[in-house]
């Protein structure tokens, strides 16, 4: 996994992608799979990320995901 995580951060760097931009698409790519995998159940969906129910709702607003 790091080999192809080490590949994908080259070819965004080479890219030209910010930093932001970057990490704002791998946290809305990660917890959309996370609230896919907890069948839409965001409090199961937050403790598999580790983070309170109320957090895992701000940054579904904040990154505009569309939990079922």
Do not use: W, Y
């Not at 791998?26 to 907890?38: A, P």
Request: proline residues 1%; glycine residues 4%; contains cysteine.
């Amino acid at each position: 996994m790091r080999e192809t995580l080490d590949q994908l951060v080259a070819e965004m760097v080479d890219k030209g992608i910010r930093f932001q931009d970057a990490q704002r698409e791998f946290e809305k790519r990660f917890i959309t799979r996370v609230v896919q995998q907890s069948d839409g159940n965001l409090c199961r969906a937050a403790d598999t990320l580790g983070v309170h129910r109320n957090t895992l709702t701000r940054k579904i607003k904040e990154l505009k995901i569309r939990p079922r």
